[in-house]
């Protein structure tokens, strides 16, 4: 066996004649196992809520979306259906108008968008699976609509309400001056048979109705659209598909994927990760300095034994290596114990929901291997740091004076 370490783990599990030491030394450990016991629940914690983001963008966005360079219309010709339609790797797509409009129930008002869908529509983007309350739509039921959970609280609008329908207003397109201000919109009223929940944005930001009813309001001819939106098969890279898409499509089209129509939001996840894994990291480096202390308490402490062990032809390297290992076994101890409680926080919230954002919503936690490897390296170089830093005090005058 290693005669360095045979000590160290002697020195590790033996007491102190110094009950201070000792105290000191359980300090040291204990800040160990609550850093590591932190730092793995809020990787975890971060990775859940990401998934769970993740998961509303989901019923909101589409893997591809494809709009116009220019202007707000695309014209859908014969040759984009069949670059579309000969691309192995889509799955489905739907053709969508979406445009900017006033929303009247009753004397209370809401600007959101009105997105018109064809029939298409949910077999790339599953909003059907976030109905809370009602049905989707209906192609044989024009004037029909479903609402965002947040424009109905809004409105005081709910579902099957046959009595006073909402009204949906847009600008007509032109120039000059309004004579007329019961003229200058094109209106339609529409029955909401459905509603949908999501994030908070989602929610109070689409009436979704039927393509054929989006027409009518903006005046558009059958084939103008505003975006082509579209799934892709899950064997296939969304990235990659974009990219030939937009060799194919040419200049006129912007090709954008989920990642990239969500920049703001995927940068703002990974900066917040980022951060919180550098404060809890710091909590870790502040919490070793205990374990610095502690190891060159015990160094002191040890003097004799040293002195002892240099006589009988030990090396000034060998016995640094002694507390070395001691200080990296202390570390690698308190890790082991702060991994397995928080391997065991997170599954009883995964498994029973202790901690809840509301009443029904627990927070959300996902155990990943690789916060576990992200937590196991960063505890491991940081303790054998400061075990370095702790053994760099021994010298040879150190220890004969």
């Keep these: 066996m290693n005669f360095s370490l045979y000590i160290a783990k ?26 590591t016991t932190a730092l793995f629940v809020i990787l975890s ?6 998934t769970f983001s993740d998961s509303l963008l989901e ?8 709009t116009a360079t220019k202007g707000k219309t695309v014209v859908i010709t014969d040759k984009i259906k069949d670059i579309l339609q000969k691309n192995e790797a889509i799955e489905a797509y739907s053709q969508v108008i979406e445009e900017r409009v006033s929303l009247t129930y009753n004397d209370k008002n ?75 919109f094109n209106s339609v009223d529409v029955q909401i048979v459905g509603v949908y929940s999501g994030s908070e944005d989602f929610q109070n930001k689409y009436v979704f109705t039927n393509i054929s009813l989006a027409r009518e309001l903006l005046n558009y001819s059958d084939t103008e659209i505003t975006a082509i939106e ?10 990659e598909v974009r990219k030939e898409l937009a060799e194919r499509l040419g200049e006129a089209f912007e090709v954008k994927t989920k990642r990239q129509l969500n920049a703001l939001y995927y940068k703002v996840v990974n900066t917040e990760n980022f951060i919180s894994y550098l404060i809890f990291t ?37 016995i640094k290596k002694i507390f070395i290992y001691q200080g990296f076994l202390l570390v690698m101890v308190g890790m082991l114990i702060g991994l397995i409680l928080g391997v065991i926080l997170v599954f009883v919230q995964l498994h029973y929901g202790i ?20 937590v196991v390296l960063t505890i491991t170089l940081l303790g054998y740091l400061a075990a370095k830093i702790a053994s760099s005090r021994i010298t040879r005058i150190f220890i004969e004076k």
Excluded: C
Excluded at 139 to 164: C, D, M, P, R
Excluded at 175 to 181: A, D, K, S, V
């Design 110 to 184: 809401h600007i959101a968008y009105i997105k018109g869908v064809d029939e298409f529509y949910n077999q790339v983007v599953r909003v059907d699976s976030s109905l809370s309350v009602g049905n989707w739509l209906d192609k044989e039921y024009k004037n029909t609509a479903v609402i965002g959970a947040g424009i109905s609280y809004k409105l005081s609008l709910g579902t099957y309400n046959f009595g006073e329908p909402l009204h949906i207003f847009v600008p007509k397109p032109g120039t000059g001056f309004i004579t007329n201000p019961n003229k200058a």
């Design 59 to 66: 019923v909101s966005d589409p893997d591809i979306k494809i």
């Design 230 to 239: 579209i799934k892709v098969k899950e064997t296939f890279d969304a990235n």
């Design 355 to 374: 901690f809840m954002i509301t009443y029904n919503l627990p927070y959300p936690v996902e155990f990943k291997w690789l916060n576990l490897l992200v």
């Design 282 to 318: 710091l909590i870790i480096v502040i919490a070793l300095f205990n374990v610095i202390g502690s190891i060159i308490m015990m160094i002191i402490d040890k003097r004799q034994n040293l002195k002892t062990l240099l006589s009988l032809g030990s090396s000034v390297q060998e």
């Design 45 to 50: 914690g971060f990775s859940g809520l990401r």
């Design 10 to 35: 002697r020195y590790l599990f033996s007491k102190s004649g110094t009950n201070a030491i000792n105290i000191i030394t359980f300090i040291a450990a204990f800040g160990v196992v609550v850093g």
